[in-house]
């Protein structure tokens, strides 16, 4: 973490402002290039002192092989686009005085590309597509994989899953425009990704879930991602009470989104039986 926060401070003294250098896109890529000494700590943390297999973090297929990890490759996907959908849906139903969305069609940045991309503007999708999986599957393999999966030695899954929730949402809280609406949804996020784990016994799921999420707010819905913005299909408006249209932050700071995710984390963890607590080696 360390590496990619110096990596994008000196990034302005390479690349002009407003460049490459300056863009969210960028972001991903200090994410992509910390990836290997980040999982290296990892694997020497559990290997060498927790005294695990890497497979514990949930670097495995999910419950049922490779047959279910092809199925959630089609319907993990499908269900956070109807998510978001949903939570589109519920904005557009409120009254003009409170949120309004305005559609201009294609974004002129999609149409004309960044003054740093050589290639197709379309060319560039899929790899935003590819560099917001890693982002979110790097983040699963820290909070749900090594944090979450080490906690649960100690207490109940859903006291596991909060706690290496909120820690989830107090890595975001240095982002743009944060408020204390997107730190609660947040941390419904990491219950939801938790239950996910939980219930599959790996990352899979989490890292579809997590990385369509955010390339689907950014990119398709044109929306601010946890404050980020990126390069984005089409030119779309929020405005109204930022409290439910999420402002500057994005769909994850509004308390329309916060209703979704209790019902969705009350739904994947109430039926859930509790697990009787590990006995101490």
């Known amino acids: 973490m360390l590496l990619g926060i110096l990596a994008q401070g000196f990034s302005g003294r390479f690349f002009q402002e407003g460049g490459f250098g300056r863009s969210s896109e960028f972001l991903l890529v200090t994410v992509a290039l910390t990836a290997p000494p980040m999982v290296a700590v990892t694997v020497f943390f559990v290997r060498s002192l927790d005294r695990r297999p890497i497979v514990s973090l949930g670097v495995r297929w999910p419950v049922g092989g490779p047959p279910v990890a092809l199925r959630q490759l089609v319907t993990l996907p499908l269900a956070t686009l109807a998510l978001l959908g949903a939570w589109l849906a519920a904005v557009l139903a409120l009254p003009p005085s409170l949120a309004k969305v305005g559609f201009g069609g294609t974004s002129e940045v999609f149409a004309s590309g960044p003054s740093w991309w050589p290639l197709p503007p379309v060319l560039l999708l ?7 999986l890693v982002q979110g599957g790097l983040e699963e393999w ?3 994989g090594y944090v979450y999966r080490a906690l649960k030695d100690l207490w ?6 909060l706690a290496s929730s909120i820690l989830f949402s107090f890595l975001h ?9 997107a730190l609660v949804n947040i941390v419904l996020a990491g219950m939801i990704l938790a239950a996910l784990v939980e219930r599959s ?8 879930a997590h990385g369509v999420w955010n390339f689907s707010v950014a990119c398709l819905l044109s929306a601010p991602v946890s404050g980020f913005e990126a390069f984005h299909l089409f030119d779309v408006s929020f405005r109204g009470d930022d409290l439910l249209t999420g402002g500057e ?8 989104l916060t209703a979704f995710g209790i019902l969705l984390t009350a739904a994947l963890w109430g039926r859930r039986q509790s697990r009787e607590r590990p006995t101490a080696p």
């Open 126 to 132: 899929p790899l935003l597509l590819l560099g917001f």
């Open 249 to 256: 932050f994005g769909p994850e700071g509004s308390l329309v």
């Open 142 to 144: 820290i909070v749900r």
């Open 173 to 181: 809280a240095t982002n743009p425009n944060i408020s204390a609406v």
């Open 156 to 161: 109940q899954p859903w006291a596991a899953a």
């Open 201 to 208: 016994g790996s990352l899979w799921g989490a890292t579809l």
